[in-house]
């Protein structure tokens, strides 16, 4: 069973910046997705960014151009660097684990992952 641990939430004005952790264990099957999603209140949960194996990212249109992926191969962990935040990106945001034994595309679709992290609290004030 993979287990993820986010961490890196925090409160911030608009225009700050963020970086997010997701650390997974280093474990077969080797292809994976690894996607972040956020859910603000009474709103459904929303894909934000996703990267696969080989290193292919997929954004979401709300985020382009100011959140990116980068990756600590050594730790196993995932990083989410978001810059210029905005009050409407303040939500919990899950880190998400998919693993195959055939190369996975990245997704921003939920029902695409099987495992997901506790959450971590991304506060933007104005």
């Known amino acids: 069973q993979v287990q993820l641990v986010e961490s890196g939430g925090s409160s911030v004005q608009a225009g700050g910046s963020l970086r997010l952790s997701c650390a997974r264990p280093?474990?077969?099957?080797?292809?994976?997705?690894i996607g972040w999603f956020r859910q603000a209140p009474v709103k459904e949960r929303e894909g934000v960014a996703s990267?696969?194996?080989?290193?292919?990212?997929t954004y979401a249109d709300s985020v382009t151009g100011r959140f990116s992926f980068s990756k600590d191969n050594e730790n196993f962990t995932l990083y989410l660097q978001m810059n210029n935040l905005q009050p409407e990106d303040t939500a919990m945001y899950y880190c998400?684990?998919?693993?195959?034994?055939?190369?996975?595309?990245?997704?921003?679709?939920?029902?695409?992952?099987?495992?997901w992290g506790q959450g971590t609290q991304v506060t933007v004030s104005s």
């Open positions: 280093d474990i077969s099957p080797n292809y994976y997705r």
């Open positions: 990267i696969n194996t080989a290193g292919t990212t």
């Open positions: 998400a684990d998919q693993r195959h034994w055939l190369p996975l595309s990245p997704s921003l679709d939920p029902h695409s992952y099987s495992v």
